[in-house]
């Protein structure tokens, strides 16, 4: 939600809040961005009515603010509702999904596609570090997003990336998590099936075959799927840690390198 917010204001959005609390690194990053939250929720918040709420999945019904919401009928969305609304247009957009590794992946996706000057877009959960912030609006055609499997919101209850109209899909991991909302692995697979579902047939799954659960998905994809892994079309050869950094040779195939 901060990284939202902060991008939203450099589009030209006035924009504020409210929340429960505030703790770091959140707090620094909304006030070194000129983005006043205001701490614990009431109605008076929301006076004037702004154009438009968004409302994050740690509130529900019987929230002040939502209250005030309904009751004036003020527009409001979930948070992907608004990033679906707001941010990708006419963009075409990367999404990185998975149990683990989502904000690392698409962090790395936005500084390759930045540094091969494709000027892209991209908002991730965290600080993604070559950038020392977790969002960028550029003029080029990709967006880069991080695909939550977590509902949206109390109105919203699908997981976050169906919002997402993905052309690329880069799946990391999949297993049993957030069991506060879902029953069982079975119920988080059919989740991950339903971004399979929204990815057109001229789009792209890239998909970790080293993982179990990744490797049994992949044939219900209906667009062209590339493998990475031990096992999968590209892999990593000649790993080499150093204090500077990780480097390795990435090869397409059991013979060819790249």
Partial sequence: M???????????Y????????????????????????????????LSPPPDLVVIGNAV?????????VLDNAIPYLSLPGLIEEALLGKKRSAVVAGTHGKTTTASLL????????LDPSFLVGGMALNFERGYRLGKGR???L??????????????????????????TSIEYDHADIYQDLGAVKSAFNQLLDIIPKKGILIANTDDGVV????????????????????????????????????QQGSEGGA
């Fill in 110 to 117: 936005a500084w390759l596609l930045f540094s091969g000057g």
């Fill in 60 to 68: 529900s019904r019987g929230n002040s603010e939502v209250e005030a």
């Fill in 2 to 12: 901060a990284q939202t917010a902060l991008l939203l204001q450099e589009m030209g």
């Fill in 146 to 171: 991080e695909g939550d499997e977590y509902d949206s919101a109390f109105f919203d209850k699908g997981p976050k990336f169906l919002h997402y109209r993905p052309q690329i899909v880069i799946m």
């Fill in 215 to 250: 490797r049994d998905m992949v044939s219900a994809a209906p667009c062209s799927v590339e493998t990475f892994g031990t096992a999968g079309r590209w892999s990593h050869k000649g790993v080499k840690v150093t204090s500077e950094g990780t480097a390795f040779r990435l």
């Fill in 142 to 144: 990709w967006t880069v």
């Fill in 14 to 45: 006035a924009v504020s809040g409210s929340d429960a609390s505030l703790h770091p690194p959140t707090d620094r990053l909304l006030q070194d961005g000129d983005i006043v939250v205001k701490e614990g929720y009431d109605a008076s918040h």
